[in-house]
Nanobody
Framework: QVQLVASGGGLVQAGGSLRLSCLAS????????MGWFRRAPGKEREFVAA???????DYADSVKGRFTVSRDNAKNTMYLQMNSLKPEDTAVYYC??????????????????WGQGTQVTVSS
């Protein structure tokens, strides 16, 4: 069982930056794939970024070049550095964990563990 706690959301102007954190419980953090999803108002949850225990990364096309996912296995923490934020990045962001690779399509229906969301609002 993995428990996840996301933090770091907030209100920022377009072009600004935020860093989200996801703290995970458990001794086997380094063996889990970790990821971020988001749900914008009126839309389905969508994949944002994921990282393996060996630091292999996947990104949604919409965030490539602007967002960076990283992890610190010693701290059981995953991060999402978000730069050049746009109003369309406004969403509730969720962190996720799974023993298998996190899928980059769909809304994460096969992912086993989820944190609570953290709101990111980008004003124009």
């Amino acid at each position: 069982q993995v428990q996840l706690v996301a933090s770091g959301g907030g209100l920022v102007q377009a072009g600004g930056s935020l860093r989200l954190s996801c703290l995970a419980s458990g001794r086997t953090f380094r063996t889990y794939y970790m990821g971020w999803f988001r749900r914008a108002p009126g839309k389905e949850r969508e994949f944002v970024a994921a990282i393996s225990g060996e630091n292999n990364r996947d990104y949604a096309d919409s965030v490539k070049g602007r967002f960076t996912v990283s992890r610190d296995n010693a701290k059981n923490t995953m991060y999402l550095q978000m730069n050049s934020l746009k109003p369309e990045d406004t969403a509730v962001y969720y962190c996720a964990a799974d023993p298998s690779r996190i899928p980059t399509t769909g809304w994460g229906q096969s992912v086993h563990f989820w944190g609570q969301g953290t709101q990111v609002t980008v004003s124009s």
